[in-house]
């Protein structure tokens, strides 16, 4: 191709050009998908939070893709179904796709994630938490950049790479202002899967099962989604809210798997507990953090390399109790509730049900709750980091001094076992393993983790010296 056409076709394929979005039949817009988009290593030009697991040895492959159309704003009744404000606002978002490249590998369902953007640029919490459990069960996944907040301030999409991202807009060529538009698009991002209009951002891979999932401030965003926009146009089988504060309607249509850390149990949801039914399911996490040591592992590399900024620690830029973040693997968790998602939306098999954090006084900030000897939570699901410990896993930190409690609080601590502990807790190394086999087969009985984290976890305990 002459080098005069290859950047006359770049230069149309990136130039605003909002289409009219067509109507699925399900009364969804279906938008217009263009890409995906080509990256190069020049400086930024790859999608921001570009993922550095090796995918290819998954038989995965990363694409960009943006969409286009136009968009309705709705009302968000607290506890009820809005109605549309306006509708026609033009907009151009990204969503970025990791699917499998076989058809074979594929499970069938697509995992769409609404970035959090809380921190002013897309952050792909679940993703950094369950991409292990993605990949090797077969799941696509897709982050949704749905609200402003990610595309428009000096940290967002648009600023990072001016080149690539220039032409995205939510709003409506300035006339909305706020994130009204963001719950069409994330409807729209799943006609974009199953109904795509241009390219096909999941290829010939067929979706069967389209679970909506996001965590703390776009599970919030997510949950008076489901309650107020969802039922409008339903596209999502199942939504799961992960550590998000907003209650959920009793006679929503749609299946919602909610759950909460310990930090999130003690924040606001000890006051905000709903039973479970045939359409909503929800667990509590013992040990579990609102900002866990795992995610941050995961995703600090990525932070660093696109956003120039790391998470929290204890230290003296954040003093914080240390070491900061749970270590309790609060991903084995999610992994299972994925699954169970999926057996919910296709067999109308609903989760287990799961015991709740032994709470004794909900009106308290943050709630009470009881604890062991070692000030490890009582009730919740209990894998086996709170159930055959060797460190004190809590959901809850605090600063060194007051003024810094509330920056610290989310990430939890974890704490190590002294060998005297250790000792009196597991006398030989055999009984340490054993307590971990015992809980972690129980848990897997239960439904709360797969078979393959429970191999994880019993692997694990039989290579450390905990006991010795």
């Not at 009730?379 to 509330?406: Q, Y």
Request: charged fraction near 20%.
């Amino acid at each position: 191709m002459r080098p005069l056409l290859a950047c006359l076709l770049t230069v149309a394929m990136m130039a605003p050009q909002p289409l009219p979005a067509i109507a699925a039949s399900d009364g969804t817009a279906a938008p217009t998908v263009i890409g995906p988009i080509a990256a190069s290593d020049a400086p930024r030009d790859h999608p921001f939070f570009a993922t550095d697991q090796n995918l290819r040895s998954a038989g995965y492959v990363e694409e960009e893709y943006f969409i286009e159309g136009t968009a309705s704003r709705y009302t968000t009744p607290d506890q009820a179904t809005g109605t549309v404000i306006d509708s026609g606002h033009p907009y151009r978002t990204r969503i970025v796709v990791r699917r499998p490249v076989s058809a074979k590998k594929f499970n069938g369902t697509a995992v769409v994630e609404w970035y959090n953007v809380t921190n002013n640029f897309d952050y792909e919490v679940m993703w950094s938490r369950s991409f292990r459990h993605l990949l090797d069960e077969g799941y696509a996944w897709v982050g949704v950049s749905a609200q402003r907040n990610g595309v428009h301030t000096p940290t967002g999409l648009k600023a990072w790479n001016p080149a690539r991202y220039g032409t995205l807009d939510l709003t409506a060529g300035g006339a909305v202002t706020d994130d009204g538009l963001a719950y069409d698009v994330f409807s729209q991002a799943a006609k974009a899967l199953t109904a795509p209009q241009g390219a096909r951002p999941l290829g010939n891979l067929k979706v069967r099962t389209l679970i909506a999932t996001g965590q703390s401030q776009s599970a919030s965003r997510l949950a008076v989604y489901a309650n107020s926009v969802h039922p409008l146009a339903p596209v999502y089988d199942v939504i799961t809210v992960v550590d998000g504060g907003v209650q959920i309607r009793a006679d929503l249509s749609t299946k919602v798997f909610k759950t909460a850390s310990e930090y999130d149990v003690l924040a606001n949801q000890a006051a905000r507990r709903q039973p479970d039914s045939d359409r909503y399911a929800y667990w509590e996490i013992a040990g579990a953090s609102h900002s866990d040591r795992h995610a941050y592992l995961v995703n600090n590399p990525i932070r660093l390399r696109d956003a120039g900024v790391s998470g929290l620690l204890a230290g003296p830029a954040a003093p914080c109790v240390a070491p900061a973040r749970s270590n309790l693997p609060y991903e084995y968790v999610l992994n299972a509730m994925f699954d169970h998602a999926v057996r919910w939306a296709r067999d109308d098999r609903r989760p287990p049900a799961a015991p709740k954090l032994e709470i004794t006084d909900a009106t308290t900030s943050p709630a009470t709750l009881t604890r062991d000897a070692y000030q490890i939570a009582r009730g919740g699901i209990r894998l086996a980091a709170v159930d055959a410990p060797t460190e004190r896993n809590t959901g809850w930190n605090i600063g060194l001094t007051d003024a810094t409690t509330s920056a610290c609080r989310q990430g939890g601590t974890w704490i190590p076992f002294d060998e005297t502990t250790l000792e009196t807790l597991y006398p030989g190394r055999r009984d340490y393993v054993a307590k971990v086999r015992q809980v972690t087969e129980q848990n897997l009985r239960d439904g709360f983790i797969t078979r393959r984290d429970a191999d994880r976890t019993i692997r694990d305990a039989e290579r450390s010296g905990a006991g010795r």
